[in-house]
Each structure stands twice: as C-alpha cells, then as structure tokens.
C-alpha cells in the first residue's frame, strides 16, 4: 500500500496539470451581451434584423406585402414594440414595407441615404404608402451614427452630393461595429460603385461581408474583397430567381476569402452573433 501511495499522488499532480492546462488553451467562449444579426430568408423578403446588445432592434431593407407580414408577425411573436429601420436603397417596395411595420410597431427612426435630386421620388412614394412622417436620419460616407451605446453604424457610401445617375451606385453602403468586430453591408452598388469605394482610400476592412446586389452579377469584386478580408461572408439569395451568380460564389469561396460562405437559400436563417471578441454562427432558425 505504501508503495501505491508515491503512484497515486503522481497520477492525480499529472492529471490536475493536464486540466489545467486543457483550460488554460481552449478556445474561450463569447462573454457578456452580445450583438445578434439575424439574416432572414426569402419568406421575410431577406430582410436583416439586428438586436443590439441593449436589447434594441434595428430592421434593415424590408420588403412588403407578403413579406413585409411575415416579417412583422416574427416582431410581434417576439415581443418587438419598438424598431429603428435602415433602407439602404430607398424604392417603392420598400416605402410600402415601412408604412407596413408602422402600422403594426412603433418606428422610431429610418437611416437612409442622402438621395440628392431623388428625394422628391422617395417622399412621393412614403406619401402614396399612408407613411406617418418619422424622424429620419440621412447619412452620406463619413457619417456615423449610434444604433445603441455600444454598437455604431459607419457610412461607407453615398458620397455626399450623389450623381442622379446609377440609383444603385448611390445606394448606402454602411458598416455595423461593435467591440473589435463588424459587418460590412454591400447594399445594391455595382463595380462602378466598389471601384469608387476602392478609390475612396477608406479602411474596408471588416470581419463580415454582406455580398451587394444578394449575391447576382456585377458586384463583390476580387479587389473588393482583397479590402474587405472577410472571415465571414454571407449573401442574402432568393430561392428561386436571381441566385447568386457562379463568378460570385467562386469570388466568394473559401479557397479565395479564406472564410466561411452562407447562403440564406442553402442555409435558411443564419444568425451571427458576436461580443465583439468572438464571432459565433448559426443556421436554419430563427424564425416563430
């Protein structure tokens, strides 16, 4: 027995510095609130909802009628009461999705982009919508404004007086920040609007990369994402008609990003969230 004793004590030291030092090397998990991004399949129009650590939420490109329901109802089964909304390329579908979500929870805010000479065109189409006049906040690249304490939105385009040609190009193109992390939208802008961004000298770099245009031809160039260096990149597809275009995708792979794809018409809902330390995804869900 007295023999046993030296083994025992040295196997149990071995262990205890084994799983000391497994705890000390793991991957450390997300801590503290968190910000959640929440990309919505077609069935809401892909429409992006964020939560922001505060609790507050941000919906970001409705799309209306039939969409524009589901959308609202997921709100309501949540419990939502109150929302802030992005557009980033004002057009008619999505000023009835706006008056849409008015009608059914109280829209604090709208972010859009400064719309130069087709600012009339917008009002027009809010005023054909019944859209009750909420406060908006109009932004053009260097603006930044705070959707909660924490978490900042950085406009990376329009810039500030807009050419009335290219409605795409003039669309906004906005980084969402929190902590050490960030997610880059690419809204609707086309080459001509990525080789002006390019040119613009500002740091793209971002650990998300929304694909512009859901993904179709005419967008997320290679020396867009040469800046960019996602970790992350998530296109936002239609089901159906205009998938993603082959070119994009393969820009996109992992062989080329060094990064995980997501596709909303492969994956579903996919759910990002991050403490701004660590990046977790998730698919499939979120959803009533």
């Not at 929304?210 to 597809?237: D, F, K, N, Q, W």
Request: hydrophobic share 40%; charged share 25%; glycine share 10%.
């Amino acid at each position: 027995m007295r023999k046993l004793v030296p083994i025992i004590f040295i196997a149990v030291l071995a262990g205890g510095i084994y799983f000391a030092y497994v705890r000390a090397h793991r991957e450390p998990g997300m801590t503290g609130p968190a910000l959640k991004t929440r990309f919505l399949d077609s069935t809401f129009g892909n429409a992006v909802v964020l939560t922001t650590p505060e609790g507050k939420v941000v919906v970001i490109d409705p799309a209306a009628r039939r969409a524009a329901q589901a959308l609202i109802g997921m709100l309501q089964a949540e419990r939502v009461r109150e929302v802030s909304v992005v557009i980033s390329n004002p057009t008619r579908d999505r000023a009835d999705a706006l008056a849409a979500i008015q009608r059914a929870v109280k829209v604090s805010k709208v972010i859009r982009p400064e719309l130069g000479t087709a600012t009339a065109q917008w009002t027009d189409w809010l005023h054909r919508a019944k859209w009750q006049p909420t406060p908006e906040t109009i932004v053009a690249r260097g603006d930044s404004v705070r959707l909660s304490p924490k978490v900042r939105l950085e406009a990376l385009n329009p810039v500030r007086k807009p050419s009335p040609r290219g409605r795409d190009d003039n669309s906004l193109v906005f980084r969402v920040r929190f902590g050490g992390k960030s997610i880059l939208f690419g809204s609707d802008i086309r080459t001509a609007g990525e080789a002006d961004l390019i040119q613009s000298g500002i740091d793209l770099t971002s650990s998300v990369l929304v694909a512009g245009r859901h993904g179709r031809y005419g967008s997320t160039s290679l020396e867009l994402l040469s800046m960019v260096r996602p970790e992350i990149c998530v296109i936002s597809a239609e089901q159906r008609s205009n998938r993603p275009a082959a070119s994009v995708l393969n820009r996109l792979s992992a062989r080329n990003t060094g990064g995980a794809l997501y596709r909303t018409d492969k994956d579903g809902i996919i759910e990002i969230d991050t403490d701004g330390r660590l990046i977790q995804v998730s698919t499939g869900g979120g959803g009533p």
